[in-house]
């Protein structure tokens, strides 16, 4: 028989398998007839979907009647499909009679295989693996391509068997001298066979695999890798990975074996398998994106030979190079997206502000402290910004209690004395207040000239007409009308201090109303609110300044909202998060960074320490003395429920035992993230009223309120928190001039557990924290969960600074050159770095 006849009788005997029901019913069993097939079957073997279809019937008579079903089945569609793609009118699993010539049924050809084809389109890969795929997020060729193995097993180095060592994992070339089967007490049985080289002989078994001694007949040569033993003085292998050994290129064994990401219903032999076929036909398709220069300076490897590399490389050394190279893409692609916002952000014309020295005198005046030097530093930098024609993009990071709202307040005072409106966006409508409260007592007494810059603050308002009634309405009080714009009702509506509103999305409608239209006539210097500052609704008279606090509970698409609303206002980002500089280059690369790296002399160092769960009653004694004296705690627990826990207490159960059994005498709140924003923001202002002595939470108090009673944070499950987030949580205390105190609760003592907790022990210092964070957690859990508009990296680290300088400077390079990337040489680039953003932010 020919090739195509083979194939087609192979094609035949499955068909006769389907319509049996999967029940070994071909003479002799599926492995003694492919074993009689293989022996006839020449060049067929040569063909990759026959290979395919040997690999997922290898070992058929162990598998139960669902997976015979699915190999079955995907093993006659890759056989269809080569005939599909050869165009012929018959398929080997149908039958074969020549059809007359006046048939009016034409083969259709199957759709040639493109990098953006479907994965269910890949001859030979059937439903049941196009699926589990679909779960691994791979969904087409191309994102098959970019599915790169989570680790590797290093079976390269090859031996002869008189030089194996036990105990190591080796690789061996042998054949087979002698194969026996054995049973076993499960019935199932095994196959030992003895293996030599020219250097001796190995002991080799296989347990619960009896088809094996159909597949190794005497003479074989086969490839083995696998850990070895000492078996009563003889050196073996058990269960060692296997493949018949060929001329060509090993996939299984003798090479650095690729070990990809898998899911329910795909194996990894065959995951591996399918894509090393498409590995070997899809690749050369890839086109190169980055231009011959920057490639050839950055002593990159071209893209397909990374990608050929990343997955199946032949050496330790190339798979680093494919490594580096993949991770510079996407490093580069994170360095466009960001620089670019900030060249096009920054090329538009914007406001210019001259610093007013005589405001900024009697702001400082106005303190009840003298700022720190590090304060002093940051506003010089945002003044610099501010006075230029430029917007600018600014982030401050501050250690918690740095003083970053003093700082964000000056930047709105020279704002509003330039004739500009400001706005402050808090992730909170609880932090919104209390920005709100804190700016009005602080900027009521700033004088405020008016009359300058745009004209904003040229005209008082008639504050009766400023909102007309609607038909049926009481006209509104003067002093309500004071109270909405943020005045007091013995405020001096002739005075020259700054007019501060709160807009939350809790007001009710008439005041709501009341509030925007303020905001739109200019008859607001400052609003200070939430989300509810970026809403369709809000109109801005003149928006010079828009200051985010806390930004990392923002998106990118919120931050571009709130700069729309004004024509191209100054942009404050402030975050008491400290971020690494490999993060802020990332997170924050289309910002300008200034940094708060002093606390303001005063404030006691809270004390640290991390205890083991036996010493919680030692705790709560202390908790007690402290709360004698007036004082408050916070509980922090990881989880909110008893359905969540691992071996935790959860914040439920928490709240039940100190309310009941620890401490029945005092007052137990509790606070989770599944409560209503309107019952958080109750609970949250009945503790600093000091209603209650003991809040017990959840993360949701990373950001809370100034409680400045509170002295003491105890944090359960310590271990599951990042340092980041702990450290935010001991920055609930020690707001006040009590001495204050944070005790970390985890029986966990494994090496990386007592580096970190050792390390909230010894430092306060929150920029050293997050540095020791990431290289001990890495970015993927930097702030617990993923980041609004974080880029998922595959293969690039962000403890990788040598890399990401690299493609930060390519990236700048690039843009200085060619801003929107519209250069010919740039076309390919500009698509990935576009679908690599539009990506980010979908799942961001």
């Excluded at 049941?128 to 180095?157: G, M, W």
């Excluded at 003991?694 to 108090?701: D, K």
Aim: with cysteine; proline share 5%.
């Amino acid at each position: 028989m020919d090739t195509k006849d083979q194939i087609i009788a192979l094609g035949r005997a499955l068909k006769v398998e389907q319509q049996a029901g999967y029940a070994e019913t071909l003479p002799g069993g599926m492995a003694l007839f492919l074993d009689a097939w293989r022996a006839e079957a020449n060049g067929a073997l040569s063909h990759e979907p026959v290979q395919q279809v040997m690999a997922l019937l290898d070992g058929y008579a162990e598998f139960d009647p669902t997976t015979r079903r699915a190999r079955v089945d995907i093993a006659i569609d890759a056989l269809r499909g080569m005939f599909r793609k050869a165009g012929e009118a018959s398929t080997p699993a149908a039958e074969t009679k020549p059809r007359p010539a006046t048939s009016p049924k034409r083969a259709v050809a199957a759709k040639p295989l493109t990098l953006a084809s479907p994965i269910a389109d890949v001859p030979g890969i059937g439903k049941q693996n196009a699926v589990a795929f679909r779960r691994l997020e791979v969904r087409t060729v191309e994102d098959l391509l970019y599915h790169f193995p989570h680790r590797y097993d290093d079976f390269s180095q090859q031996k002869q068997i008189a030089d194996l060592k036990i105990g190591e994992v080796e690789t061996i070339t042998a054949e087979v001298l002698e194969v026996r089967s054995f049973g076993m007490r499960n019935g199932r049985g095994g196959v030992e066979l003895r293996v030599g080289d020219e250097s001796g002989v190995l002991k080799v078994t296989f347990f619960n695999q009896p088809w094996i001694v159909k597949q190794l007949q005497l003479g074989t040569r086969i490839v083995l890798s696998g850990k070895v033993d000492n078996y009563m003085g003889l050196r073996q292998m058990a269960g060692p990975k296997w493949e018949p050994f060929t001329n060509d290129e090993l996939v299984h064994t003798g090479r650095l074996v690729p070990v990809h990401p898998l899911t329910k219903g795909l194996m990894e032999r065959n995951a591996r398998q399918l894509i090393k076929q498409l590995i070997d036909s899809m690749v050369p398709h890839v086109q190169e994106h980055l231009p011959e220069l920057v490639r050839q300076r950055a002593g990159l490897l071209p893209l397909q030979r990374a990608l050929q590399q990343m997955h199946f490389p032949d050496s330790r050394e190339l798979l680093e190079q494919a490594r580096t190279r993949l991770g510079f893409d996407e490093f580069l692609y994170i360095q466009l997206g960001v620089l670019q916002r900030k060249v096009l952000f920054q090329g538009e014309r914007g406001y210019a502000m001259p610093f007013d020295a005589a405001i900024h005198a009697d702001f400082q005046a106005k303190l009840p402290f003298t700022m720190t030097g590090a304060q002093q530093r940051a506003l010089a930098e945002i003044f610099g910004d501010m006075a230029r024609p430029v917007p600018m993009a600014r982030l401050l990071q501050g250690d918690v209690g740095s003083g970053k709202t003093v700082v964000a307040a000056a930047a709105a005072v020279q704002a509003i004395a330039n004739g500009y409106q400001a706005a402050i966006m808090a992730p909170t409508e609880i932090l919104a207040e209390q920005h709100y409260k804190g700016l009005k007592k602080l900027l009521g007494g700033v004088a405020v000239p008016r009359g300058q810059g745009s004209g904003v603050r040229g005209q008082e308002p008639d504050l009766q007409t400023l909102a007309p009634k609607p038909a049926g309405e009481a006209a509104m009080s003067i002093d309500e009308i004071k109270r909405i714009l943020g005045m007091m009702p013995e405020d001096d509506l002739d005075g020259a201090g700054v007019r501060v509103a709160l807009l939350t999305g809790s007001l009710g409608a008439k005041e709501r109303r009341r509030v925007l239209e303020a905001i739109a006539q200019g008859d607001v210097d400052l609003v200070v609110g939430t989300h509810a500052l970026i809403t369709e609704s809000v109109r801005y008279h003149a928006l010079g300044i828009a200051i985010v606090d806390e930004q990392h509970r923002f998106g990118v698409e919120q931050r571009q909202r709130l700069k729309d609303k004004g024509f191209n206002p100054h942009l404050l980002v402030m975050t008491a998060t400290p971020i690494p500089r490999t993060l802020t280059l990332t997170i924050f690369g289309d910002l300008d960074t200034a940094i708060l790296d002093e606390l303001p002399p005063g404030r006691q160092e809270i004390r640290t320490r991390w205890v083991t769960s036996v010493e919680r009653e030692k705790v709560y004694r202390h908790m007690r003395r402290e709360i004698e004296k007036g004082r408050q705690a916070y509980v922090v627990c990881p989880l909110v429920d008893e359905s969540e826990k691992v071996d935790l207490p959860s914040a439920e159960e928490m709240y039940v035992k100190l309310g009941s059994e620890v401490f029945p005498d005092l007052r137990v709140c509790l606070i989770h993230g599944k409560l209503l924003p309107r019952e958080k923001d109750e609970v949250m202002i009945a503790f600093r009223n000091h209603e209650y002595d003991i809040m017990v939470a959840t993360a949701v108090i990373e950001v809370g309120i100034d409680v400045p009673n509170s002295s003491t944070m105890l944090i359960e499950g310590a271990v599951r928190f990042g340092l980041a987030q702990l450290h935010q949580f001991r920055g609930r205390v020690g707001r006040g001039v009590h001495q204050s105190f944070c005790v970390l609760v985890s029986d966990r003592d494994n090496e990386q557990t007592k580096q970190r907790l050792e390390a909230m022990e010894q430092t306060t210092d929150g920029f050293k924290l997050a540095e020791i964070d990431l290289q001990l957690r890495g970015p993927g859990e930097f702030f617990g969960t993923r980041q609004s508009g974080t880029p998922d990296l595959k293969v690039a680290s962000l403890a990788d600074t040598r890399l990401l300088h690299a493609a930060n400077r390519e990236a700048q390079v690039i843009l200085a050159e060619d801003p929107r990337l519209e250069k010919p040489e740039h076309e390919l680039l500009k698509k990935k770095v576009d679908a690599f953003w539009a990506e980010t932010l979908k799942s961001g």
